[in-house]
């Protein structure tokens, strides 16, 4: 199992990012990362993953561990090698490489593996075999999106860390990828999905949790995620009683509610 | 027109070695997205390194291993003086490669010393003559080993991995971490590949004559080439060498026609003009991406 414990991180010295937030990715779940712009989840995803150095972040409090072990101070080669897969947020795909390239690249902590990884990829995303050696910078936004996650796949990662796959994708799309992501999870590979499109998310996951600037506010199973008002009204946009609300009538009074205060 | 094809040649020659120290930069300018100043002293290290190591073990395996030393010595300061810091700003970094430039350049530079010292290259100026045409056996030798070089060089980030993970952390360095790529690795490798460059273009830039404390200047040559190219084209590299290569041979062969009365051979210049010709047309370079960032 993957875990945060009161995990605190300061970018810069000075910005504080997470302030506290505890979670858990069990194996073979599907785990739901909600909350708006700046609440912390790419923060959050950046400690689990390793990268939080580049970006000048630091763990100050609390503990990243992997079945049990401590693993907060991992580069992001290590955390790649122990099996976890951070899928960046906005695909960023090699875009002057060819398809099969990037996930060759993607294989990179797992060279022994690439032909059985390529085949699982291909079975998963037939559309990445017709495009195989195109460059990957001409496919469309759900094609490298796509390609992001094989990429990903390409090191048969236990853990899975998805940030925003929905992002800029027609509805269409993110349904394929929404369904592409709960059949990883079959496969059994645990996912920790960050999204906005809450929906989406919550169609497919274990268990939900929300985050508000820093902390965890709410940490319930998916399906009860689903049913509270509060998230219906914010992040589902449907109103009180389950009518969708016209986005004039919100307008009118604009109430911010806020779970932490 | 054999004049004409003679001095073509011998701008082959000379632009070999200009595409082995471009190559160098180039590979650099791709991982880190500086421009490394040392590179010419890389160069001269190396050329200095073979004329000590050539009469003790040969001519070839004098050049194998003083590049790998050169390559070495290239790891080391990239450890020590630039990868603390990385992330700084892009100036700050290529400053202090001139620092590094410099400092081996003087100590490298002890190493001449007064008395006339030859890399031991089995060319000297000997020419072949093929109908008329004059050609330099060294310039061969170096056209050769530079397609040679280039060859290498494409298998290597076409097939292994590391040479892929090189090219993937040159387009989306925080995607390529991500996938596991170790960045410092590929920092530490391009550095390696360009000092063992630069110390193989030293040992040709110095064949044929003695070796003197100025010949790092024939790396700073190597500018021009590299932004007619394109900063971060390897293919760029490889055309600009020859194209800069070939124009300074035939402007330095006709000058003495063309202004008789100007001392100084326009030569030298030419580089710079076709550059800045380029640049007015392209100002990424022949085959630069567009958005390259200046340095």
């Known amino acids: ?261 | 027109m054999n004049e004409l094809l003679t001095a073509v040649f011998s701008g082959l020659g000379q632009g070999s070695i200009y595409t082995l120290l471009a190559l160098g930069f180039v590979i650099i300018y791709k991982s880190m997205g500086v421009i490394s100043f040392a590179q010419p002293a890389f160069m001269m290290s190396g050329a200095i390194l073979v004329s000590y190591l050539s009469p003790r073990l040969g001519f070839w395996v004098a050049v194998v291993l003083g590049g790998l030393v050169v390559a070495a010595v290239a790891l080391v300061v990239e450890r020590l003086a630039i990868r603390p810091m990385v992330g700084k700003a892009v100036f700050v970094i290529a400053i202090i490669t001139i620092g590094v430039d410099i400092i081996v350049r003087v100590v490298a530079g002890a190493f001449v010393g007064a008395d006339p010292r030859l890399v031991g290259d089995p060319w000297g100026l000997d020419t072949w003559s093929l109908g008329g045409v004059q050609v330099q056996q060294r310039h061969v030798a170096a056209f050769v080993a530079a397609a040679v070089i280039v060859a290498l060089l494409a298998a290597f980030f076409r097939s292994t991995p590391i040479g892929l993970a090189m090219r993937a952390a040159a387009l989306d360095q925080e995607a390529a971490m991500a996938q596991g790529v170790n960045v410092g690795t590929v920092f530490a490798t391009s550095w390696a590949m360009a000092g063992f460059l630069a110390a193989i273009a030293g040992v040709f830039a110095a064949a044929g004559n003695p070796l003197d404390q100025n010949l790092w200047i024939v790396g700073l040559a190597a500018l021009p080439v590299i932004i007619l190219g394109g900063l971060d084209s390897l293919l760029g590299a490889v055309v600009g060498g020859l194209v800069i290569g070939v124009v300074e041979a035939l402007v330095r062969n006709y000058h003495s026609d063309v202004f008789p009365d100007l001392a100084t051979n326009t030569g030298s210049l030419a580089p710079y003009v076709v550059m800045l010709l380029v640049l007015l047309v392209r100002p990424y370079g022949l085959f630069g991406t567009k958005e390259v960032e200046r340095v």
Request: glycine share 10%.
């Open chain 1, 1 to 261: 199992m993957l875990s945060v414990q009161n995990l605190e991180v300061v970018y810069d010295d000075v910005v504080l990012a997470l302030r506290g937030v505890s979670l858990e990715i069990p194996d073979d779940r599907i785990v739901a990362l909600l909350g708006a712009n700046g609440a912390g989840k790419s923060t959050l995803l950046r400690a689990l993953s390793g990268m939080l150095d580049i970006h000048d972040g630091d763990v100050r409090k609390g503990d990243v561990t992997l079945d049990g072990t401590s693993v907060a101070r991992l580069s992001a080669t290590a955390m790649a090698g122990r099996g976890i897969k951070h899928v960046l947020e906005g695909r960023r795909v090699f875009r002057e490489l060819s398809v099969e390239e990037n996930l060759r690249v993607g294989a990179h902590v797992a060279r022994k593996d690439l032909r059985a990884n390529l085949v699982r990829v291909y079975d998963l995303f037939p559309r990445l075999v017709e495009r195989k050696d195109q460059l990957a910078g001409f496919l469309s936004g759900g094609e490298q999106q796509m390609l992001a996650i094989g990429r990903a796949l390409m090191s048969g990662p236990r853990y899975l860390l998805l940030d925003e796959p929905s992002l800029g994708l027609a509805p269409m799309v993110v349904a394929q990828i929404r369904d592409i992501i709960a059949e990883i999870n079959h496969q059994g590979t645990g996912v920790l999905l960050v999204e906005q499109n809450a929906t989406m998310a919550l169609q497919i996951a274990h268990h939900g949790y929300v985050m508000e600037t820093g902390r965890v506010v709410m940490d319930r199973p998916a399906a009860e995620l689903l049913a509270d008002d509060d998230i219906r009204e914010f992040y589902l946009g449907l109103g009180a009683e389950g009518e969708r609300t016209s986005y004039r009538d919100v307008k009118h009074y604009r109430r911010r509610k806020r779970w932490a205060s």
